[in-house]
């Protein structure tokens, strides 16, 4: 049995080395997906994976599959080809499109999404407490690409992405990393191993060294609010070098 969590949301989560074995990294069930919990869950590396009318579950797998920020990797072709792009970046212009698209993009091997309308919600509300950001590639008025996420101190949770058109997630991971390197933040979480993620740089950290690097990353001064100047309709062309 896992535990339950109580109606209090600043009650704290149980410690992530009770997370099961099978399926991996389920460590809790129930509570809600209030922004005081939710932030509660992140800055422990905790996130909430459950489909639409389940119960909420609360994970923390292991290992974790992170990018170092300096560590997305982008195909020398690929690159060559964001050369001559007209497409531009903006950063927290657009975050609940984004959210919504990511809940609409065909995932391989599953039916639905886990992005149901509570999830939406609930993360709609931690960006607009400053706490959740979207990074975002357009076509001029279109938006083509994305990804979102929770910041956390000098941490990114990544949550998902998805793609108009060939190359927009990819796009936007390059540069939310970019973005952030910059900072001085060196992780992006990926959450759970996939070749996909592998194949754009994407390494594995075992549970209890993520939990170390975490703690002493959260506690580091961040910026909670909009990003939305940090970008500001920069040209992709600019991640070809």
Known sequence: MIPILPADPEAPFPAVERALHEPNGLLCAGGDLSSTRLVNAYR??????????????????DPRMVFRTDGVRLSSKFRRG????TWTLRADTAFADVIRACAASPRPGQHGTWIGADMIDAYVELHRLGHAHSVEVF?????????????????FYGESMFSRESGGSKIALAALA????????????????SPHLRSLGAETLPRALFAQRITTLVA??????????????????????
């Open 220 to 241: 580091q001064p961040g910026r909670i609010g909009p990003w939305s100047g940090d970008l500001s309709g920069l040209p992709v062309s600019g991640l070809a070098a």
């Open 44 to 61: 422990h590396g905790i996130f909430p994976w459950f489909n639409p009318g389940e119960p909420i579950l609360w994970w923390s797998p």
């Open 178 to 193: 970019r973005l952030l390197h910059g900072r001085g933040w060196p992780l992006i979480d990926a959450q759970v191993e």
């Open 139 to 155: 076509d001029g008025t279109r938006l083509v690409g994305g990804i979102y996420g929770v910041a956390s101190g000098r941490m």
């Open 82 to 85: 964001l050369r001559h792009s």
